[in-house]
């Protein structure tokens, strides 16, 4: 096997469900992640002098990031059910800003934005598997 095959058969490991550490790693960094979004959502802000959808644009980078992490912390999990499960937690969070964080204000806007990162992660996640057992088959 040449080298190149040998790196592309290492990574194509990584992304099977049974790579034990690896995935013992992501789901550490998937909770920390899951804490940290938690913590930055509920606290109160001050205004910036951001763009006008650069927060749109954070929430949904932040819901990407968690929908991708917990795809792959949890590989064994069908991805309808982490699309839910992170659809469901960023509409909790809106409506906890919009009742018990003070500082803080639910948008209808912020929602859309979380559920298009996570959507957008769920393909992405698609198209990488996919590839990657395309190309074991070929083999």
Do not use: C
């Amino acid at each position: 096997m040449s080298d190149i095959g040998a790196r592309q058969g290492r990574w194509r490991a990584y992304l099977r469900p049974d790579f034990g550490l690896w995935t013992r790693l992501i789901q550490f960094v998937f909770l920390t992640a899951l804490i940290v979004l938690t913590v930055n959502s509920l606290i109160p802000t001050h205004p910036s002098d951001a763009p006008k959808y650069f927060d749109k644009v954070m929430h949904l980078v932040a819901y990407f990031v968690l929908t991708g992490l917990m795809a792959f912390a949890f590989p064994r999990v069908k991805l309808f059910h982490i699309f839910l499960l992170t659809s469901i937690y960023g509409a909790v969070l809106e409506v906890l800003q919009g009742t018990l964080a003070q500082g803080r204000t639910a948008s209808l806007a912020d929602l859309l934005a979380n559920l298009m990162g996570s959507a957008v992660a769920v393909f992405l996640y698609v198209r990488i598997v996919s590839r990657v057992q395309n190309q074991d088959l070929s083999e």
